[in-house]
């Protein structure tokens, strides 16, 4: 892998665990012959949508409790290891939004939240060892809570530290923090419902 590195570039590596890359899902259609990047890659539609809607939940419900970043914020564990979130949200009192820079954040957020995955998990033999690997290093970076929304499967996984992992189905409400629940389903219905109204 080290030596794959030196071949593909930089901007299709996803996540760095020990100085090894992981590359976003599908990497290997965005090159060409000289190992250049020649097309995005992005989330997919509902994915997309689920972060949007997320993100305007828990701003509204939150309000100053919480500093919400996104886009896949670079979440830096150890030297050589990094991870990337969708949503992670950091109490203001944890980082400095004047010091912000072009470096991965080094501070553990709170709760980190996930949409299925943009890393080629196709490559690893046991693709629940991804998400494993990924959740307990969070966890053990200080992570409070790490929740994964899998669409395929429209279930939930809730990961906490000390505590027994769940994995719920979307029509179950989901603590994001005390006193802010939300439940899957009604956030893509909320999502059909402005999308409905936004056409009328």
Do not use: C
């Amino acid at each position: 892998m080290k030596e794959a590195v030196g071949t593909i570039p930089a901007s299709l590596i996803y996540e760095m665990v020990e100085d090894q890359p992981i590359y976003y899902r599908g990497y290997q259609q965005f090159l060409n012959p000289k190992g250049q990047k020649t097309g995005p890659i992005g989330s997919s539609f509902l994915q997309s949508l689920i972060i949007s809607n997320l993100v305007l939940f828990i701003n509204k419900h939150l309000g100053s409790r919480y500093i919400v970043l996104t886009n896949g914020v670079g979440i830096q564990l150890s030297k050589g290891t990094w991870r990337a979130a969708d949503i992670a949200l950091f109490e203001p009192g944890q980082i400095d939004i004047s010091q912000a820079s072009n470096k991965y954040i080094n501070v553990s957020p709170k709760v980190v939240i996930e949409i299925d995955t943009k890393a080629e998990v196709a490559e690893i033999s046991d693709t629940f060892s991804y998400y494993n690997e990924k959740t307990e290093q969070l966890l053990d970076f200080g992570v409070e809570k790490v929740i994964w929304i899998f669409t395929d499967s429209k279930k939930t996984l809730i990961a906490t530290q000390k505590k027994e992992w769940a994995l719920v189905d979307w029509s179950k409400n989901i603590k994001i923090t005390d006193g802010l629940e939300i439940n899957i389903e009604e956030v893509i219905h909320d999502i059909q419902g402005g999308m409905g109204d936004a056409n009328d």
